[in-house]
């Protein structure tokens, strides 16, 4: 019996940054139920769900180069990618221009399944709920809503620059208060 690599999320980014196959099948096998679990919540179509998993696939394999630890954790980059390409298969099925308001999923769902590394006793929701107002509803809106950027940056009427800037430091702040009440989840 062949026992399964398991890696730290550093040396898993190392891995597929050097173009590593297995690491790549790793990172499918791990992550994909929580990808799809999303997309599907998105897409709302089980066959979609499951174009828009494989393109989000080719387009994390492309572009994990990008990835930057210090900016996030690697599975709330997938996360990012997932989503916006669910966003975007939205859009071409829909091809218009109105705001598209997405079901976010809850977090005992994201927080149960054992592919996801957060405590289910962690409340997300109460934490962001610490934040300064303006970084708060920018969260809110982006992660538990699903606008995009541009979404909120009209609805608000606000520069996109502005509502980019309070939601990186929204979750600049995020990761500081997530690192201190869970050390184990900081990055190597």
């Known amino acids: 019996m062949t026992r399964k690599p398991v890696y730290t999320e550093y040396q898993l980014v190392m891995l597929l940054q050097s173009n590593d196959r297995y690491a790549f099948e790793y990172l499918y096998d791990h992550y994909s139920p929580a990808l799809y679990g999303i997309i599907l919540r998105i897409v709302k179509d089980e066959e979609k769900a499951a174009d828009v998993l494989q393109d989000s696939f080719l387009k994390i394999w ?30 071409a099925d829909v091809k218009s221009e109105k705001v598209i308001k997405l079901e ?23 934490i962001v709920a610490t934040l300064i107002p303006e970084r708060k509803e920018m969260i809110e809106l982006v992660y538990f809503q ?24 929204g979750l600049q702040e995020l990761r500081y208060i997530f690192e201190i009440k869970n050390p184990e989840l900081s990055v190597a």
Do not use: C
Not at 104 to 125: C, G, K, N, V
Not at 146 to 169: N, Q
């Open 62 to 91: 492309k572009n994990i180069s990008r990835f930057e630890s210090q900016k996030g954790t690697l599975f709330t980059w997938l996360l990012n990618v997932a989503r916006n390409a669910a966003i975007d298969k939205l859009r």
């Open 104 to 126: 976010s999923a809850t977090e005992h769902e994201l927080s149960s399944a054992a592919y996801f590394p957060i405590p289910a006793t962690l409340d997300i929701r109460s």
């Open 146 to 169: 699903g606008y995009t950027h541009e979404e909120v940056s009209e609805r608000l009427s606000m520069p996109l620059g502005t509502v980019k800037s309070r939601i990186r430091k």
